[in-house]
């Protein structure tokens, strides 16, 4: 291919006098998957939506696919390749499963396979039963089946899980793992740490409007995550006081001992310093998360609703 | 065109899988021709009731004037005597007092003299009593038919003959009952109701679920959705039409008929029906709002449309307001091809409705958000 699959250059929304995304860049390149993270009210949808071709924007230069998302015939040519599953998917409520991906299969000239795709997602079962009997998960799925209904090269999943329970969230993460395996680029927006980390090969954090970092996953927590530690667990005070001789950083904490520490080096010689000593004891080493990039870089946490804390 | 059809055939599914979308599309209206069928249906061919109280005593051998009088009244098929008849002891105020009613008014009493045969025999003048409200509009009529009879007693003790008489014929080539009136009417008014009140409140609801946003992310376009709306509409009235033209056919003997105008009226009257449903469920963010709004407007339209009582029976300020509502043209516009076979006062109505059809359709266009702020 390539281009980028998606390619944005100082992109604004405003809405009146408040600005929703504010002079955003970002590429995202064929074949990745691509995570905004951020709370809600950040931006990520906004910026979704004008993407998919359903929200003009203000300022700014978009283009998805090679395609200009400011002009018409471009605009209907994004639409044919790519997918979309919007936050809160819902189809037609009295039609079944299998009658709805038919319906979204009906708009493409070249559809999938609605049956293959029903066998894909596991919904044979399902496949005669109204949406309106489906449970959040299952309809969650059938979001994801009708995004890939036209063989897309790229594929929007707009908060994904979002209300899913743990179970149910897990199965939909090895359904978007999958698409990567299918050679598809996806664009997912998440207030999920786990699940940008997760599931993601590059992640963009994006707080009040504005991208406030960007990177692989590792690159963001080597960059912002700050160090590691050294837990030597219920290690006491002996332990403690020997490592207190050669580290001034070193804390205890419910009866662990906490070390924290920037070079491997470190490690050795705190093990030496307890061997001499014939001192056994058992060690965990203990990296930072996303979750700790994200305090970091936006100051606050982000809440399981996706509230800002 | 094979999206449209896929809109088109899901819609319709959709549609008709709602349980409330199907009483109100058809079961509804067809409540509503049974009881207005069955309530006004026939008054035109039972005729008016009379009450009679004879106290004139019949002589065993020579001919009973009295019952004559009765059986004469009873032929002329527009008055219906109410049998049994009246016994001499029953008290006529007091039975009118006891038997007036809410709707019926006050009940029309004959009272026939003691001794009214043995005057009749003899040239001897005789009154015979007519009692009516003066609320009841048909109380002259009936005494005017009473007058009649009471005539041919008169020709027939003077011996002579009828110099002037009276031929009968009927004014239209069909002829028309109450319920023919309540096909066309009951269709255009339940056509109303499904695109100002259903497709209102289901496009409103598409909205707010997200249906509306999740197709405008596929390559449909704008116009191929309100097109397959629209499509739908037309097939439900349709189907409307016929549900209704048959049931009058088999439970009333309706000469109602359905022919191309019929069906062209129809097509044109879902489709502006269907602009009014889409302006609306576009103008109204909230599904209960929008279909509020909807009822709101589609109950005072049915009833100033003509389509229970005619707008020429209202009152002229009433009138002048039926004449701006959409409904009264298509009621009129159908009246016209389905039971008058009147094509042009058709086409003229037609007009209209097209013209109404054209604007909401390209507002509703309008008003539909394919594409956010």
């Not at chain 1, 449970?135 to 908060?159: I, T, Y």
């Amino acid at each position: 291919m390539g281009e980028s699959a998606v390619r944005v250059q100082h992109l604004v929304k405003r809405y009146g006098d408040l600005v929703a995304v504010n002079d955003i860049s970002f590429e995202v390149q064929p074949g990745e998957i691509f995570a905004f993270l951020g709370p809600n009210g950040a931006g990520k949808t906004t910026t979704v939506e004008i993407l998919e071709c359903l929200r003009p924007l203000t300022s700014g230069e978009v283009t998805v696919l090679g395609e200009n998302v400011a002009d018409a015939p471009g605009t209907a040519r994004i639409k044919k390749r790519m997918g979309v599953l919007p936050q809160d998917f819902n189809a037609l409520r009295r039609l079944t499963v299998r009658e709805n991906l038919e319906l979204f299969a009906a708009m493409y000239d070249n559809p999938a396979s609605v049956n293959e795709l029903i066998e894909v997602f596991g919904l044979q079962e399902k496949a005669k039963v109204r949406f309106d009997a489906l449970s959040g998960g299952l309809k969650q799925r059938v979001g994801v089946a009708a995004a890939l209904v036209n063989n897309p090269d790229l594929v929007f999943l707009d908060e994904p899980t979002t209300g899913l329970d743990p179970e149910v969230r897990r199965a939909t993460w090895e359904v978007i793992r999958g698409l990567r395996g299918r050679g598809k680029t996806v664009f997912l927006t998440t207030h999920y740490m786990q699940e940008a980390e997760e599931l993601a090969d590059r992640i963009a954090i994006i707080v009040k409007g504005k991208i406030a970092a960007i990177g692989t996953p590792g690159e963001l927590i080597k960059t912002y995550g700050g160090e590691r530690t050294i837990v030597f667990t219920k290690g006491g005070d002996t332990v403690f006081g020997t490592l207190r001789r050669y580290f001034d950083n070193v804390a205890a904490k419910n009866g662990d001992v906490l070390l924290p520490y920037t070079q491997t080096r470190d490690v050795e010689v705190a093990l030496n310093a307890l061997t001499e000593r014939g001192l056994k004891v058992e060690i965990a080493l203990r990296s930072p998360t996303i979750e700790e990039v994200f305090l970091k870089l936006a100051g606050f946490r982000i809440t399981a609703e996706g509230e800002a804390k | 065109m094979s999206r449209i059809t896929a809109i088109f055939k899901a819609i319709t599914r959709n549609w008709l899988r709602s349980r409330s979308g199907l009483f109100f599309s058809f079961l509804f209206p067809v409540m509503f021709l049974l009881v207005f069928g069955s309530v006004f249906g026939n008054t035109n061919a039972s005729g008016y009731t009379l009450y009679v109280q004879n106290n004139d005593a019949c002589p065993g051998s020579s001919p009973c004037f009295s019952q004559n009088f009765i059986g004469a009244l009873n032929s002329t098929k527009v008055v219906v005597v109410n049998s049994p008849i009246l016994a001499p002891s029953v008290n006529v105020t007091a039975f009118i007092q006891s038997h007036s009613r809410f709707f019926g008014g006050n009940p029309r009493v004959l009272v026939i003299p003691s001794g009214f045969g043995a005057n009749v025999s003899r040239g001897l003048p005789v009154n015979v009593t007519y009692i009516s409200s003066p609320a009841d509009q048909l109380g002259p009529v009936v005494g005017g038919v009473i007058s009649e009879v009471a005539n041919g007693f008169n020709f027939q003790v003077a011996g002579a003959r009828r110099v002037v008489g009276l031929s009968h014929e009927s004014s239209s080539a069909r002829a028309l009952k109450n319920v023919d009136f309540y096909v066309p009417g009951l269709t255009a008014a339940f056509m109303m109701t499904n695109g100002v009140i259903g497709l209102t409140s289901i496009a409103s609801e598409f909205r707010r679920s997200g249906v509306t946003k999740r197709l405008s992310a596929t390559p449909l376009r704008k116009y191929e959705w309100i097109v397959g709306n629209v499509l739908s509409q037309a097939v439900l009235a349709l189907l409307l039409a016929l549900v209704m033209i048959a049931l009058a056919k088999v439970a009333y003997q309706s000469n109602v008929s359905l022919d191309g105008y019929t069906i062209a009226a129809l097509v044109l009257g879902a489709i502006l029906f269907s602009g009014i449903g889409m302006t609306l469920a576009g103008l109204v963010k909230d599904p209960e709002a929008a279909s509020g709004l909807g009822n709101a407007i589609a109950f005072p339209m049915m009833f100033l449309s003509g389509t229970y009582w005619p707008v020429d029976i209202m009152p002229t300020f009433l009138q002048s307001f039926a004449r701006v509502l959409p409904l009264t043209y298509l009621s009129d516009g159908l009246r016209d091809s389905m039971i008058l076979g009147d094509y042009s006062a058709a086409l003229t109505n037609m007009l209209v409705v097209s013209a109404l059809a054209v604007v909401f359709v390209l507002l509703g266009a309008k008003v539909t958000i394919w594409k956010e702020r």
